[in-house]
């Protein structure tokens, strides 16, 4: 039985998988906001993939042969929400997760381009930039992400470009706005 990747190892794996892929992507999530913020507990690698449901088989294929697994019967039910849920060696229980998210609105397919790269654990990963991953983290709204989203703001601060920001959460929803100015202040 193979052992459990570690979390730089992951992401090695991960982006040994996307260029296989050769597909635009995004890492988001906790390890993002590891990249850009603060070390932070993460059970899983989550990646935006600039990718349609059409190309989830291809992607699965890739993925595969880069050592993932998943539930077969659950493909469909994930692929409904526009996401894939698979998991690196030995197994389900003991392996690191990987969600890989295929984009499905033209602000996500901007958080891949506009990604840049970064330093994660040892390899350079086009990572969702402080701004969009404090958007997608007001978005989720979950306690976790809103506890990165302050961490966003109080590591990046000034660094964040405000105007967008604002035009994204606006065009996101009235929900996003009213929490992004409430983080704000």
Aim: hydrophobic letters at 50%; one cysteine or more.
């Amino acid at each position: 039985m193979s052992a459990r990747d570690s979390l730089p190892e992951a992401v090695a794996r991960m982006l040994r998988f996307t260029q296989e892929l050769a597909l635009p992507c995004a890492l988001i999530g906790g390890v993002a906001v590891i990249a850009r913020v603060f070390v932070r507990a993460t059970k899983d690698v989550d990646l935006l993939v600039s990718c349609p449901i059409g190309g989830a088989r291809r992607l699965l294929e890739v993925a595969r042969r880069h050592g993932y697994d998943w539930e077969e019967a659950d493909v469909d039910d994930f692929l409904a929400a526009g996401l894939l849920r698979m998991w690196g060696p030995p197994s389900r229980q003991e392996g690191l997760g990987l969600d890989v998210l295929l984009t499905d609105s033209p602000f996500n397919e901007d958080v891949v381009r506009r990604a840049t790269l970064v330093e994660v654990l040892g390899s350079n990963v086009p990572v969702a930039t402080p701004e969009d991953l404090l958007l997608m983290k007001l978005e989720a709204n979950r306690p976790v992400d809103l506890d990165d989203a302050i961490a966003i703001k109080d590591g990046v601060g000034a660094r964040l470009d405000m105007a967008y920001l604002r035009a994204q959460a606006d065009a996101l929803g009235e929900d996003v706005r009213r929490r992004l100015d409430a983080l704000l202040g």
